[in-house]
């Protein structure tokens, strides 16, 4: 007979708290068996359970990780087109990210440009104030 786990015991296993456990259940990610309201959970829940887990690290998102785990049915076509639908997504998010990283590289660019100008202005402002204040300094010494 398989292992069967409790959502105590996914939960501690994989760091989650229960919660997430029942919003991946509601999502369709995984199908535990009942007894009376108690959830069972079987191996391959545990295993879409480390999948989802995985993929969410990645950046998935819970629609492509469920698109990816609905396919598999351990015939070896499947695992091909498993895998071929794995490498699409991948290459999305790849490219995503890719897209992410040139908007934060430009946004930084402006930041350090908007920075530059900025400081600039307060050393004008700076030295202007530097200026008046030696000039009344000046005028005061210059009356005693």
Do not use: W
Request: charged fraction near 30%; charge should be positive.
């Amino acid at each position: 007979m398989d292992p069967t786990y409790t959502i105590s015991e996914l939960a501690k296993e994989f760091g989650i708290t229960t919660r997430s456990i029942r919003y991946y259940e509601d999502f369709g990610l995984l199908s535990p068996a009942r007894k009376g309201s108690m959830r069972i959970y079987s191996k391959r829940d545990r295993t879409r359970l480390r999948l989802t887990l995985r993929g969410k690290r990645l950046g998935l998102s819970l629609a492509d990780i469920m698109q990816i785990l609905n396919m598999y049915d351990g015939t070896p076509s499947t695992n091909v087109k498993q895998i071929l639908v794995t490498l699409d997504v991948i290459a999305k998010k790849r490219a995503e990210l890719e897209q992410q990283f040139q908007d934060i590289t430009a946004i930084r660019k402006e930041l350090a440009f908007a920075e530059e100008r900025f400081r600039a202005a307060l050393d004008r402002i700076n030295s202007n104030n530097k200026k008046k204040n030696n000039h009344k300094n000046s005028k005061v010494k210059n009356r005693q």
